[in-house]
C-alpha cells in the first residue's frame, strides 16, 4: 500500500476538524482530512434540527464544562462567536437569531458543512472519506496512520473524531484510544445534553403526557439552574431545560423543578380565595399549568382534589412546597443514542489550552469533543468546535 504524505493529517471531518483544516492550509500547511463517513459533517447536518444552531453570540468559557475550568479561555478569546459569524457572512449565508444568543441557518446545515468546504477547497485541503483508522505509529518522520484505504505519513496528527454520541452517525472511541496509547489520560464518558428516563412509577403516573411543555427553572443537586421549558416524552423527560441540567446530573441523584418559576403560588391561591374560591383547584391551577399534568397529580394524590376555599394553611404551604420545588429522581438518561454531546475525554491537562498539542506526545493534537470540554445547549458546543479548530490550525 502506498504512503500518502502531508504536513498535517487530521482524522475527523466534522466541525473541529474542518475547521482546523482550513486554518492550517490557509498558512500553506499540505493538509489531508480522513473520516470513515459517506459525507463530511455529519453530526452538523442533523443538528438544529436539520438548521444547525452554529454558534451562540454569548459564547464565554462560564458555559462550558471542563475538569480544568481555565482551559477554555485562550481559544474562545482567540476566536469567538463573532470570527465565526464574520465567516458565514462572507460566504452569505442566511441565518436568523432565537432566544438566548442562538444563531440558526434559515434554510439547511447543509449550508454550514458546504461553507467549510469551500474553505478547505480554498485551502487547498484535501478530504478523503470511508477511511476508518486501524492504527497509527509515531516514527522518525512524525506519525503513520493506516486506514483501510491508504497510509499517510504526517508531521502533525490532528485527532477531531468527536465522542460517543449518536452512534448511528459513525461514533467511535478512536480517539480516547490514540490518547491512551500515547499514555495520555482519558477521564470516564457520558452522554450529556440528553433527555432523562423515569422510573416505572414515574411513567405510569405521566403516561399520555406525552408532548406537553412547561416552562420552568431546574435545578441539579450541585445548584446549578437553568430556566427554560421542560417537555414531556413517552420515555421520561426532554426540552431545553432538562437537556441543560442532564450535563449537571449523576445517577440516583434528583433534580428539582419550580413549574410556576414566574409566579407565587400562595398569592395566588390567596387571590382566588378572595374571587373564586368556590371553584376547584383542578381548575384554577389549570389556568396556570396544563390541564392533563394537573390531573395527573391530583388522581395520584400528589395534590389535594377540593375547592379553593377548602385548603387550609397547612395544605396551602404543603401545595406551594410541591409546584415550586417538585421533585423528580430520574432512572436514567436515553443514552449516546440521542444525545447532543459526550461529557468527558481525552483530559485537558495532557494539552497546551493555546495550541492543544498533548504535551508529552509532540505532534499530536486533540480538538473539540473528543477531550473533555462540554458546552451549553444553545450553539456553544460548535463554538467551542471552531475555536479549538482555529487554535490548533495556527499551530500545526
Same mark, same amino acid.
Given at each position: ?27 500553506? @500547511? ?87 468546504? =469551500? ?6 485541503? =484535501? ?45 467511535? $472511541? ?13 477521564? $470516564? ?50 426540552? $431545553? ?83 415550586? =420545588? ?28 493555546? =495550541?492543544?498539542?498533548? @504535551? ?37
Amino acid at each position: 500500500m502506498t504512503i500518502e504524505t502531508s504536513d498535517v493529517l487530521i482524522i475527523g471531518a466534522g466541525a473541529a476538524g474542518l475547521m482546523c483544516a482550513a486554518s492550517a492550509g490557509y498558512r500553506g @500547511k499540505s493538509v489531508t482530512v480522513i473520516d470513515m463517513g459517506k459525507k463530511p459533517g455529519r453530526k452538523i447536518l442533523i443538528s438544529g434540527g436539520g438548521r444547525c444552531n452554529f454558534t451562540n453570540e454569548n459564547a464565554e468559557p462560564s458555559n462550558f464544562l471542563c475538569q480544568n475550568p481555565h482551559f477554555v479561555i485562550s481559544a474562545l478569546s482567540r476566536y469567538s462567536s463573532q470570527d465565526f459569524i464574520d465567516l458565514v457572512d462572507r460566504h452569505g449565508l442566511a441565518y436568523h437569531h432565537k432566544t438566548l444568543g442562538q444563531l440558526f441557518c434559515d434554510d439547511s446545515a447543509q449550508d454550514i458543512v458546504d461553507i467549510l468546504m =469551500t474553505e478547505c477547497e480554498w485551502a487547498g485541503v =484535501t478530504v478523503k472519506l470511508r477511511n476508518e483508522v486501524l492504527a497509527v505509529i509515531k516514527n522518525d518522520n512524525g506519525y503513520l496512520v493506516k486506514t483501510n484505504e491508504s497510509n499517510y505519513q504526517c508531521q502533525s496528527l490532528v485527532v477531531a473524531s468527536g465522542g460517543l454520541t449518536m452512534p448511528k452517525l459513525g461514533a467511535s $472511541p478512536i480517539g480516547y484510544k490514540i490518547a491512551e496509547q500515547f499514555d495520555l489520560n482519558v477521564l $470516564p464518558t457520558t452522554a450529556a445534553l440528553v433527555p432523562f428516563t423515569l422510573h416505572d412509577h414515574d411513567k405510569q403516573r405521566f403516561d399520555g403526557l406525552s408532548g406537553i411543555s412547561i416552562a420552568t427553572e431546574v435545578t441539579s443537586e450541585d445548584g446549578t439552574t437553568f430556566k427554560e421549558n421542560i417537555l414531556f416524552t413517552h420515555r421520561g423527560l426532554s426540552g $431545553p431545560a432538562i437537556l441543560q441540567i442532564s450535563s449537571f446530573w449523576r445517577a440516583g441523584q434528583a433534580v428539582t423543578i419550580n413549574l410556576l418559576p414566574e409566579s407565587n403560588l400562595e398569592l395566588l391561591i390567596s387571590d382566588w380565595r378572595e374571587n373564586q374560591g368556590q371553584k376547584s383547584l383542578k381548575n384554577q391551577l389549570s389556568t396556570v399549568l396544563p390541564k392533563r399534568f394537573i390531573e395527573s397529580l391530583i388522581k395520584s394524590e400528589a395534590i389535594p382534589d377540593k375547592n379553593i376555599n377548602q385548603l387550609n394553611h397547612a395544605e396551602i404551604a404543603a401545595l406551594s412546597d410541591y409546584i415550586h =420545588t417538585w421533585q423528580i429522581k430520574p432512572n436514567g438518561t436515553e443514552g449516546y443514542r440521542t444525545a447532543e454531546v459526550t461529557l468527558g475525554g481525552v483530559d485537558t491537562d495532557e494539552l497546551s489550552s493555546k =495550541t492543544f498539542e498533548a @504535551k508529552q506526545a509532540p505532534g499530536l493534537y486533540f480538538i473539540g469533543e473528543v477531550i473533555d470540554v462540554v458546552g451549553w445547549l444553545g450553539g456553544y458546543n460548535f463554538q467551542f468546535a471552531w475555536a479549538s479548530g482555529w487554535a490548533c490550525g495556527q499551530s500545526v
